[in-house]
């Protein structure tokens, strides 16, 4: 159980750590992942974001 416990909090912080949507961090973090590994919303935020 502590294990779980140990696994959702550090799920949270790393969560937490995530740039913001359409920062130039993120676009850039999105350049380099695979865009087969893209959602959808990931892909028009991109678009919105990062592009136009």
Do not use: R, Y
């Amino acid at each position: 159980m502590k294990k779980v416990i140990a696994l959702l909090l550090v799920s949270f912080v790393v969560m937490g750590c995530a740039p913001e949507v359409g920062s130039p961090e993120w676009c850039a973090d999105m350049k380099e992942k695979p865009k087969g590994d893209w959602t959808a919303s990931e892909a028009t935020d991109f678009t919105k974001h990062c592009i136009f």
